[in-house]
């Protein structure tokens, strides 16, 4: 069996695709699409690997209004889409769909009777274009509203990030028999944490620039009661006024390291122009996976849906409301009081956060049976 995967515009070893495609390769061919800002060749297949690398250029960060930027992708989008009208291939992966051409690559699959699996790695009708206003951004989301539907009508199987995105989506477009799996973003390994070598700092991991305007003066009146506040890999002027040190991106097993010296792990901010930002109250993203793995307990926003159920849960943190200070600062004041307790529920659950065979054997029977 051959598999095509779409990773779009995601880099080369973006730590969801890439997973993907090393778990499908360990037992058929894959053929992997992946983006880069490089004169990169394409591959033939490795013979200790089963992929073939197929590399698309393209320059990030073109100038213009969010439809002139889409507009831009018609190239690149045209250019993937001959890849998936040419190659052969038994099952189409898509980790991400086409700006300029959304439904595209899901009907080559189906007019060459393909199996379609999509991994949803975003609530795409309010991600995408996210940063549309006004009227433009309810017409958008009017739109991606059918589009998606449509992709997710075309896909034979499809992955979704959370339980909470994926009843969300599923129970919007009454689809009742759909063949779904929850797959959120595994860390890679775990680390057993020594509460003897943990700082009392609170640490905020990501490239993406994030907006943590009304996370400063809970951050700063931290600082006030002896927390300290490390930044890895993020150096936006949006964290300008919070007083932190800053740590340049880290090779993953050095942040891993880096984290788990920490007290706590912050994952909280606020997206411009959200509106309800269900993208993000539905996300597990990596860094609170990462966090947990690596023995630090968490400190969420009570936004983030997924993440704080999960929090409440299972005893691994504290949930705050950067709207009220004065009571997000007395939990995790009491969070710290409490912190070989909690400290305990993150060893008894790590491994729910950490990618494994048995999650490995999951996925790969629902792709390929």
């Known amino acids: 069996m051959r598999i095509l995967v779409i990773g779009y515009m995601h880099a080369k070893f973006d730590k969801r695709v890439y997973r993907t495609v090393e778990a499908l390769s360990k037992r058929h061919e894959v053929i992997y699409q992946y983006w880069t800002d490089r004169n990169e060749k394409q591959t033939q297949f ?90 433009s951004k309810t017409l958008k989301e009017h739109v991606m509203w059918n589009v998606f539907k449509k992709q997710l009508q075309l896909s034979d199987n499809v992955i979704f990030v959370s339980e909470e995105m994926k009843n969300y989506v599923l129970g ?21 944490a020594n509460i003897e070598d943990k700082k009392r700092e609170i640490i905020y991991v990501g490239k993406t620039p994030r907006n943590l305007e009304k996370e400063a003066e809970l951050l700063n ?106 009571r997000s600062v007395e939990k995790v004041i009491k969070a710290y009081s409490n912190y070989s307790n909690i400290l305990r529920n993150v060893e008894i659950h790590q491994h729910e956060f950490v990618w494994s065979e048995d999650k490995e054997k999951q996925f790969l029977e629902f792709v390929l049976s």
Do not use: W
């Open 221 to 326: 009146r931290l600082a006030k009661e002896g927390f300290s506040f490390k930044v890895v890999g993020n150096s936006s002027q949006k964290i300008a006024g919070i007083s932190h040190v800053s740590v340049p991106f880290l090779p993953y097993k050095d942040m891993m390291k880096e984290i788990s010296r920490a007290m706590f792990s912050l994952i909280s901010y606020m997206r411009a122009n959200s509106g309800e930002p269900r993208n993000d109250n539905f996300a597990l993203p990596h860094k609170y996976f990462d966090s947990l793995a690596a023995g630090t307990p968490v400190i969420v926003r009570k936004d983030f849906l997924s993440m704080a159920n999960q929090v409440k849960r299972l005893g691994v943190g504290t949930i705050i409301d950067p709207e009220d200070v004065e």
């Open 46 to 135: 490795e013979e200790k690997t089963n992929i073939k690398y197929v590399p698309v250029i393209y320059t990030k960060g073109t100038q213009g209004n969010p439809l002139r930027k889409l507009m831009n992708r018609r190239r690149l989008d045209k250019r993937i889409s001959q890849l998936i009208e040419q190659e052969e291939y038994d099952i189409l992966y898509m980790h991400h769909f086409l700006a300029s051409r959304p439904l595209k690559p899901f009907k080559i699959a189906k007019t060459k009777k393909k199996k379609i699996i999509y991994d949803v790695h975003e609530f795409h009708p309010e991600n995408f274009l996210a940063n549309l206003k006004g009227m």
């Open 172 to 192: 919007k477009m009454k689809f009742k028999n759909k063949k779904v799996l929850v797959m959120p973003n595994y860390a890679s390994f775990a680390t057993k």
